[in-house]
């Protein structure tokens, strides 16, 4: 018996078929230019310009060309960008550094003039060189004399040993401060320090050195809740978080991703950075720390911080930078100006403002005039042309994605017109976690939860510090050599780094 074909009957079911074809060949064709187009993107990201070349040769899906002649292009949005190469300079050696004077004179019988005259000294050339003096390391030997009568059986008489701050240990605060400040600021694992001793003919195993790290970490702890309470007394924060890779987790496989997250006050007046880490990127961490907070959110388009929208105490700002990413790689990959290159040119507008308000040195009250008059005709603008694009832009491309994030985060993109002491994005916070993410690459990852809450400690401390103008070696040596004193506090806030007086 032959199986019967499934031919249409009819014209009209003839029709239909066909129609239902093509919408399957649209789609097919959208989603083939979509996977090509992030193909393209990653070649970009992982090769940069050199594989620009062999990207063309594959005629791969261009965004900007497809819709170059969606509509005419503003002459006042297509800017012609041109670099001049700058001749370096030296940066003269800081006058506080000792100075060797070594003279290099000419012969005495040069001093005299063919005339028969001695020639008079008429000036001099002076040129530097830095010269490195390795650093020396001294033993502190704590002596106690020992008192005692020869005639009877008195007592002997000793003076009471200073509180220590790691007691029957040899680290000194200094010690502790060095390697703190090798390890979390200059991204120098322990290994590597302990093979640097090694070559000075000391012994310090890395195991010693994390041990002192972590009795250092619970020496200071009272300080983090002082931390935490200026923290949130400020009226505008930026929050941004970046991954961890945390062993022994309980519940977690050790490949899994744990997140440090950060928490920025981006007030001149109180330069907070406040660093957390947590084993998950849920919302609850951010919620639950910030519960007390009220003032300016500012963060990136993540979910985990939707939670604010929620909350009547918090306006929450959005990141242009964020905003502007997606169409600053597709300007890379483009043949021909297109949508991106026009979302580019409005967002550099709104830069060039804030780098005017930044050069004039304009008080927060003159900048929020600033804006006004000259920002918020270019984000109305902005979000006009935003709102015609998308109804053209295919949806999941790139270019769709990028208009889409935008359109949907208006308000949260114009709220930075609202106060003149906020910033147009969340690139404070994203800079201040930088140094987290290059450390990262050099110790990988952190032992245990405990180790990784000593690690968000340091950086907190010495990112703080350095944000108040300290260096981040004399305030953890001055901390160290004085929180055993502290008994109220009043003691312990006078040691916290946004303000500690060296």
């Known amino acids: 018996m032959s199986a019967k074909k499934n031919t249409p009957t009819s014209l009209s079911e003839s029709l239909e078929i066909i129609e239902s074809q093509q ?63 700058k001749k370096p300079t030296r940066k003269p050696l800081p006058k506080d550094l000792p100075r060797e004077q070594v003279i290099h004179d000419v012969d005495e019988s040069e001093k005299h003039c063919d005339c028969g005259c001695e020639k008079q000294r008429i000036g001099e050339e002076v040129s530097e060189q830095l010269e490195v003096i390795p650093a020396s390391v001294k033993v502190i030997q704590h002596i106690r004399p020992k008192y005692a009568c020869n005639r009877c059986d008195a007592g002997v008489s000793i003076a009471t040993m200073p509180a220590l701050f790691l007691p029957k240990s040899i680290a000194s605060p200094s010690l502790v401060a060095h390697i703190i400040v090798n390890k979390y600021q200059d991204h120098l694992p322990l290994y ?10 000391v012994d ?29 007394s400020s009226d505008y924060l930026q929050v941004d978080e970046t991954t961890l890779q945390v062993m ?10 744990s997140y440090m997250w950060l928490y920025r006050s981006a007030l001149p007046d109180k330069r907070i950075n406040y660093f957390e880490y947590r084993h998950s990127r849920e919302g609850i961490w951010p919620e639950t720390l910030l519960a ?14 939707d939670w604010a929208a929620e909350r009547e105490d918090i306006t929450r700002l959005g990141c242009m930078a964020h905003g502007r990413r997606p ?24 830069y060039a403002i804030e780098k005017e308000a930044k050069v004039k040195k304009l008080s927060p009250e003159a900048r929020y005039e600033l804006r006004l008059e000259k920002a918020k005709p270019i984000l109305d603008a902005l979000f006009k042309w935003i709102e015609k694009s998308l109804k053209t832009a295919v949806p999941h491309s790139k270019l769709g994605k990028g208009l889409n994030y935008m ?7 114009r709220n930075y017109l609202i106060d003149g002491r906020l910033e147009i994005d969340n690139n404070g916070a994203e800079n201040k976690i930088r140094p987290f993410a290059i450390g990262r690459k050099n110790w990988l990852f952190s032992g245990n939860p405990r180790g990784a809450d000593a690690s968000s400690f340091f950086y907190t ?10 260096n981040p070696f004399d305030y953890l040596n001055h901390l160290f050599n004085n929180i055993t004193q502290c008994k109220t506090d009043e003691d312990y806030i006078r040691l916290l780094p946004h303000i500690c007086k060296l």
């Open 292 to 305: 007390d907070f009220k003032g300016y959110l500012q963060t990136d388009g993540y979910a985990g911080y």
């Open 407 to 413: 359109h949907q985060r208006e308000d949260e993109l």
């Open 23 to 85: 919408e399957e060949i649209a789609l097919l064709n959208q989603k083939y230019n979509n996977l090509l187009e992030q193909f393209k993107l990653s070649r970009q990201r992982q090769f940069g310009s050199k594989s620009e070349s062999h990207v063309d040769q594959l005629q791969l899906f261009d965004e900007a060309e497809a819709h170059a002649n969606d509509e005419p292009q503003n002459a006042e949005l297509t800017e012609t960008i041109t670099y001049e190469r």
């Open 204 to 232: 310090i195993p890395r195991n010693t050195m994390c041990g002192w790290i972590m009795k250092a970490y619970e020496k200071c702890l009272p300080l983090k809740a002082f931390l935490i309470q200026d923290l949130l």
């Open 192 to 201: 590597r320090q302990q093979q640097i001793w090694t070559r000075a003919n």
């Open 461 to 470: 401390l010495i990112s703080t510090a350095m944000d108040n103008g300290l």
């Open 248 to 257: 022994n987790e309980p519940g977690k496989k050790n490949t899994s991703k």
């Open 327 to 350: 169409f600053a790689e597709l300007v890379k990959l483009a043949k021909k100006t297109g949508k991106s290159h026009q979302a580019i040119a409005y967002i550099k507008k709104l």
